[in-house]
């Protein structure tokens, strides 16, 4: 609840308090701003009722585009005003605070009015045109084509077989109503230019039902069955996220098998590359729990399967990273995760960190694992925004380090 009143409530009241203030204003300019707070800051109920699904709603493109940028002009105008709030406190305080000063008897009232009226007028439309214009980009970056972000990491006593073997790691993809079809099968082609061994999928593929619509024709079957034409050489391979148990779990897991995903719950399997094996192992999502579905301790999921001690190298798909440290114990190489988005925002990002146990973005070095947080390729729809995180489809190769604990390189 505390959440749900600092992110939404608060801004708008904030803002409404402010409207309410403005005596330069007329009533009825007053009652309509207040309204039209209102109904901007309830955009998740709106989608909720009108259109069947928060995770994903059948909603068209242009109209949750709308409802997104003016929400998120919302908000920065709110931190804007807030912040102006904390000054014009601190100044008030200052010259209740401060002795008297004959310098200020010596300043022309007409030069302050000129200053406070141009003050005003400067407040009254800077931080709304920056809110708005701010909102725009951030959508813009929020939904375009992810880049490639190539690295290496260096794992101690890696098999020599193992040296140059390429993971393709995206996760988060969001099939959605603000993706499109032709948006999804780009994301495929960066992911195949790489020649991955492996494509790891770590969960959020898609949101909503199938027959739900997304942008600029086409319905989310359509969207989703591109993820067909990924090819690796081992093989495509995913866990689940969240969302995936949000809408329509059972006809999502139907399609992921119908287009050559193979979702790892709560298992392994050994991908034999010459001599040397690669273990992969793929964790349900804790929201597994909405289906009846017990979360497996990743311990039993590795039994039985060979790991450093055989020479085997050990990769774990889990979606979200707070089990990370759990998971390290198990004997893990590499953890690879996403849930996070990176955190979409700077700023926001800490915010993120904080409620992923310290993981938002990138390289993590866990007990001798090592994590890696992707950024995401993709938006939950609900707030496709990004502010200086970029989306991403990354391109891990694996090569034999020096040290007795895993370090990586950015390329």
């Known amino acids: 609840m505390l959440t749900l009143f600092f992110a939404i409530l608060l801004p708008a009241c904030w803002l409404a308090g402010h409207a309410l203030l403005r005596h330069d204003w007329s009533w009825p300019r007053r009652i309509a701003a207040i309204l039209g707070l209102a109904v901007v800051s309830q955009v998740y109920a709106i989608d909720s009722a009108l259109f069947r699904n928060l995770a994903g709603p059948d909603i068209p493109a ?154 600029r024709g086409g319905n989310r079957i359509q969207a989703a069955l591109e993820y067909a034409g990924l090819t690796a050489k081992h093989g495509v391979f995913a866990c689940t996220g969240n969302h995936e148990y949000y809408s329509d779990y059972a006809g999502w897991m139907q399609l992921y098998h119908k287009v050559g995903i193979r979702v790892l719950h709560n298992e392994g399997l050994v991908l034999k590359h010459g001599r040397a094996r690669l273990v992969l192992a793929g964790l349900d999502d804790r929201a597994a729990r909405r289906i009846g579905r017990q979360p497996l301790g990743v311990e039993q999921v590795f039994a039985g399967l060979p790991g450093r001690a055989e020479g085997a190298v050990r990769v774990l798909l889990d979606h979200g990273p707070r089990r990370a440290r759990r998971n390290a114990r198990a004997g893990i190489d590499l953890q690879l995760s996403g849930h996070t988005h990176g955190g979409q925002c700077i700023g926001m990002d800490r915010i993120v960190q904080q409620a992923n146990r310290g993981f938002v973005r990138g390289w993590y070095q866990v007990a001798d694992m090592a994590l890696y947080v992707t950024s995401g390729a993709g938006l939950w729809a609900g707030f496709p925004v990004r502010m200086g995180v970029p989306a991403e489809v990354a391109l891990i190769t694996l090569r034999p380090g020096s040290g007795k604990a895993p370090c990586w390189q950015e390329l």
Request: charged share 15%; with cysteine; glycine share 6%.
């Open 62 to 215: 242009w109209l949750l585009t709308l409802q997104i940028w003016l929400f998120t002009a919302l908000i920065l105008l709110f931190l804007w005003t807030f912040c102006l709030d904390g000054l014009r406190l601190c100044r008030w305080l200052f010259r209740r605070l401060a002795p008297p000063n004959a310098s200020h008897a010596a300043f022309s009232s007409s030069r302050r009015s000129f200053l406070r009226k141009s003050g005003t007028l400067v407040c009254s439309f800077v931080p709304p045109a920056f809110s708005l214009g701010a909102s725009a980009a951030g959508l813009y970056k929020g939904t375009e084509v992810p880049s490639l972000h190539r690295m290496v990491l260096f794992l101690p006593d890696l098999p020599s077989e193992l040296d140059g073997f390429k993971i393709a790691h995206l996760a988060d993809i969001h099939v959605g109503p603000l993706t499109s079809i032709n948006w999804v099968r780009t994301i495929v082609e960066i992911t195949n230019a790489t020649a991955p061994d492996v494509i790891a999928l770590s969960g959020d593929l898609a949101d909503g039902r199938w027959e739900y619509r997304v942008a």
